[in-house]
C-alpha cells in the first residue's frame, strides 16, 4: 500500500504539472473541475503516504515496546488519521469548488459590467454590508451557542463548524471573547487570516453597551466593518465578527476598474497559490492529525504495554510485581487496580500454597519415615489396582531386595495371591507367596473406604506358624515319650523271660515261638528308638558354645559315613580360611550326621529304580559367607532329590521315607536356630539336591544385639 502510495502521488504529480503546462500558453484560467480532479488526484495519495506512514512508526514504537504486531496501537492511529483526512478532503474539494467558482464568476463578463457600476454602489453597498454584518453576527452568534451547548470550545467539530461559519458568512474575521472572573476579556477562539491574535478587539464602551442590554453594537471604519454580539451573557462570552473590503475605501472604490484589469492578469496565478496553499494546509493538518494520533495512542496505549510486562513478569513466577501506572478513575486505572488485587491475591494464594506444600513435605517424609520403620509391609494401591507405594519392608518380604518399587505395574502381576482377596472383597486373609522357591506365608490385612484405593498391610508369619508347629509336637512328643516308654520295659523283660523259661519247654512249632518272642523284642526295640528321638527333639539341651574346629567336625561326620557306605562317592572340599567358631560339638556332629544319612538314604530310594551302573555321589563344600560372619556348609547328593512339598519337610513328622520318623531335619533346623544360622533346600542345574546350613561363628554375639535392640 506505501509503494502503490507513492506511485500515485509522483503520477498524479507529473500529471497536475503536464496539465499546468498545457494551459499556460492561453493564458486564461484553468477549468474547475479540471482543478478539483487534479487537486483531489493529487492530495488522496498524498494523504495515504501520511497515514501509512503514521502506521509504520506506530509499529515500529510497538515493536520496541512489547515485540509485537500492535493491532491497537494502528488501528488508534489509523483511525485519528482518518477522522482527520476525510474531513480535510471534502473541505479541500468544496474550498477549491467554491474557489474556482467564484473566480470564474468575479472574472466573466457579466462581473465585469458588474464592476463598471461598483462605484455607484459602493455607498449602498457599505449601508447593505454593515447590516449584513449585524445580521449574520446575530445568526452567527445563535449558532455558535447551540454548538457550544453540545461540544467543547476546544472540539475539532466546534472548530471545523466556525472555520465554516466565518467562511460562509463571508467575515473575514472573527474571534470569541470571554470575560474572566478578574473581568478581563481573553480570546477563546479566533478566526483571523492577519494572525494578530493578541490585539483587543473589543473597548470597554462596546462591552458596557452590550452589557446594557443591547442586542449588537457594530462599527466601521474605512475599510471594515465590527460586529459585537453576546453569545452568552451569564457566562459572559461574545461574539466578534469583522468584515474587510476595499470598497468601503472612496478612493479604491474609484480605481476598481483598473484593479479589476490588474487583478484579471494575476487571476491565473492566484488560482494556482490558492490550490497549492490548499494542498499544502491540507497536508500539514494531516500529518499534525497523525503526529496527534500517535501522541495520543502511545498515552492509552503504553499502561497496557505496561500491563503486557506485567503480565509476563507474573507468568514467570513474579507474584509480587504492582504497576504503578496510571490510578484514576478511568478504564486504565480500574485496570491497574484491578491487576494489582489479582497479583496481590496471587501472592497470598502462593505463599499459603507453598506454607501448605511445606506441611505436607513434612507430613509425607514423617510418614515414610514411619512406613519404612515398621517391620510390617505395606502397599498403597489405587483404585485399578497400580501400585502407588511400597516400602522397604514389602520390598524385602515380597523380592528380597530393597529398593524403589514397582510403581505403576498393576498388584496383580507382583502379588497375585493378595491381588485376589481385593477382588474377592475382602477385608483379611491369610495367602502364600512363592519367593525364590520358597513359599511364605502372609497375614494380610485390607483398608480401603472405597474404590478410589486401598492400603494393604502384611506380615511374613512363616516362622511364627513353624514354631507353633514345632512347639505343638514338641509338646505331642513328650506327650508319647511319657506313654510309650514306661511299658516298654516291662514289655521286653516279659518276652525274654518267656523265650528263656518256656523256649525248651515247646516242643512243637519251636521256631515259631522263637521268631514271634524275637519280632516282639525287635520291635521294642525300634519302639524304643522312636521314643529316644521324641525325646530328643523334645528337650533338646541349649548348645554349650565352644570354639571348635568346623571344618575337623565335619570330616568326622563324614568319615563315619563313608565307612559305613564305601560303595557311594564321597567328596570333601573346604575354603582355607575357615577358622574356629563357637559351637555345640555334640550338636554340630548331630546336624551334620542326620543331613548325611538323609542324603544316603535318598541315594538308596533312587538305587531301587535306577540302572545298574548307577553310583550315589555325596558332596560336601564348607565357605565363609561374603560378609565372613558365617560358615556355610552344602550337601550334595544325587539321590531321588526333594519332594514337592518341600517346604514343610523341616516340619517334625513329615518324612518320604519308609521307616523315617520325620524328626532328623527337624532336630537339625533346630540345631541350626540356636547357632544363629538358617537352613534351605534346592535343586541344582545337574539336578541333585542341595542341603545348605549356616553357623554363626560367633552365635551368642547376635544373641546380644537382638536382646539390645528388643
Not at 467562511?167 to 480570546?187: N, W
Not at 494546509?281 to 499534525?288: D, F, P, Y
Not at 500491563?307 to 490510578?327: K, Q, W
Not at 560339638?585 to 550326621?593: D, E, I, L, P
Amino acid at each position: 500500500m506505501e509503494a502503490v502510495s507513492v506511485i500515485a502521488f509522483l503520477v498524479m504529480t507529473t500529471t497536475t504539472w503536464v496539465a499546468i503546462d498545457a494551459q499556460a500558453d492561453k493564458g486564461a484560467l484553468l477549468p474547475s473541475d479540471l482543478t478539483a480532479t487534479l487537486l483531489v488526484g493529487t492530495l488522496v495519495p498524498a494523504m495515504a503516504v501520511l497515514v501509512l506512514l503514521g502506521r509504520r512508526i506506530a509499529l515500529l514504537r510497538a515493536a520496541e515496546s512489547i515485540g509485537g504486531t500492535a493491532r491497537m496501537h494502528v488501528r488508534l492511529v489509523f483511525l485519528f488519521s482518518l477522522i482527520s483526512a476525510i474531513p480535510t478532503l471534502l473541505v479541500v474539494v468544496f474550498a477549491s469548488w467554491l474557489f474556482q467558482s467564484g473566480v470564474e464568476f468575479w472574472f466573466s463578463d457579466n462581473s465585469r459590467g458588474m464592476l463598471e457600476n461598483a462605484n455607484k454602489l459602493a455607498r449602498g453597498y457599505y449601508e447593505q454590508t454593515q447590516r449584513d454584518v449585524g445580521y449574520e453576527s446575530l445568526a452567527m452568534a445563535e449558532d455558535m451557542g447551540l454548538v457550544l451547548s453540545q461540544e467543547p470550545i476546544t472540539s475539532a467539530k466546534f472548530a471545523q463548524f466556525y472555520s465554516e461559519q466565518v467562511l460562509y458568512r463571508k467575515l473575514t474575521e472573527s474571534a470569541v471573547i470571554q470575560k474572566g472572573a478578574d473581568a478581563q476579556l481573553r480570546t477563546a477562539a479566533v478566526v483571523d487570516p492577519a494572525g494578530d491574535n493578541q490585539r483587543p478587539r473589543i473597548t470597554a464602551e462596546v462591552l458596557q453597551r452590550i452589557d446594557g442590554g443591547e442586542p449588537m453594537v457594530i462599527s466601521a471604519s474605512a475599510n471594515k466593518i465590527e460586529a459585537v454580539t453576546p453569545i452568552d451573557r451569564n457566562a459572559g462570552i461574545y461574539l466578534y465578527t469583522a468584515r474587510s473590503s476595499d470598497l468601503l475605501q472612496g478612493q479604491r472604490a474609484q480605481n476598481i476598474v483598473q484593479a479589476y484589469e490588474v487583478l484579471t492578469q494575476r487571476a491565473r496565478v492566484l488560482q494556482l497559490r490558492f490550490n497549492v496553499a490548499l494542498f499544502a494546509a491540507s497536508l500539514a493538518l494531516v500529518g499534525l492529525s497523525v503526529w496527534f494520533a500517535l501522541r495520543f495512542a502511545d498515552r492509552q496505549v503504553k499502561p497496557l504495554y505496561e500491563l503486557v510486562d506485567a503480565a509476563r513478569s507474573v507468568g514467570s513466577g513474579n507474584f509480587s510485581l504492582r504497576v504503578a501506572g496510571r490510578a484514576g478513575a478511568d478504564e486504565i486505572g480500574l485496570l491497574n487496580r484491578a491487576f494489582n488485587r489479582m497479583t496481590a491475591q496471587l501472592e497470598k494464594q502462593t505463599q499459603a500454597l507453598l506454607d501448605a506444600n511445606q506441611q505436607l513435605q513434612e507430613r509425607r517424609v514423617f510418614i515414610e519415615t514411619v512406613l519404612e520403620s515398621v517391620t510390617a509391609g505395606i502397599i498403597s494401591v489405587d483404585g485399578q489396582g497400580q501400585v502407588q507405594l511400597m516400602n522397604s519392608s514389602a520390598q524385602r518380604l515380597l523380592f528380597d531386595r530393597a529398593g524403589p518399587g514397582p510403581l505403576g505395574i498393576p498388584l496383580a502381576e507382583t502379588a497375585p495371591s493378595i491381588a485376589a482377596l481385593i477382588e474377592a472383597d475382602l477385608a483379611s486373609g491369610i495367602v502364600q507367596y512363592s519367593k525364590g522357591g520358597e513359599l511364605l506365608t502372609l497375614a494380610v490385612k485390607i483398608t480401603g473406604a472405597d474404590r478410589t484405593g486401598y492400603v494393604i498391610t502384611f506380615e511374613d508369619i512363616t516362622r511364627q506358624l513353624l514354631d507353633q508347629r514345632q512347639a505343638a509336637w514338641s509338646d505331642v512328643a513328650r506327650r508319647i515319650a511319657h506313654e510309650i516308654k514306661n511299658p516298654l520295659t516291662p514289655i521286653q523283660l516279659a518276652t525274654e523271660r518267656l523265650n528263656r523259661r518256656y523256649g525248651k519247654q515247646i516242643e512243637t512249632d519251636r521256631p515259631l515261638f522263637e521268631e514271634l518272642t524275637s519280632t516282639i523284642i525287635r520291635q521294642v526295640g525300634e519302639l524304643r528308638k522312636m521314643v529316644d528321638e521324641f525325646s530328643s527333639f523334645a528337650r533338646l539341651p541349649k548348645p554349650v558354645f565352644r570354639s571348635e574346629d568346623a571344618v575337623d567336625l565335619a570330616r568326622q561326620s563324614l568319615f563315619l559315613q563313608e565307612v559305613a557306605r564305601p560303595d557311594i562317592q564321597f567328596r570333601f572340599i573346604a575354603d582355607s580360611d575357615i577358622g574356629a567358631i563357637a559351637c555345640d560339638r555334640h550338636q554340630f556332629g548331630q546336624a551334620m550326621t542326620n543331613v548325611l544319612k538323609n542324603a544316603v538314604e535318598a541315594i538308596e530310594a533312587k538305587a531301587k529304580s535306577a540302572p545298574t551302573d548307577y553310583r550315589g555321589r555325596i558332596s560336601v563344600g564348607m565357605a565363609m559367607d561374603a560378609a565372613g560372619q558365617s560358615v556355610v556348609v552344602s550337601v550334595n547328593d544325587n539321590g531321588i532329590g526333594l519332594p514337592q512339598d518341600r517346604e514343610r519337610i523341616v516340619e517334625p513328622y513329615v518324612t518320604t521315607r519308609e521307616k523315617g520318623t520325620g524328626l532328623g531335619l527337624a532336630i537339625v533346623n533346630k540345631i541350626v536356630e540356636e547357632h544363629g544360622g538358617e537352613m534351605s533346600f534346592n535343586t541344582d542345574e545337574a539336578g541333585d539336591t542341595c542341603v545348605t546350613m549356616s553357623f554363626a561363628c560367633e552365635p551368642l554375639a547376635g544373641r546380644r544385639g537382638s536382646e539390645a535392640a528388643e
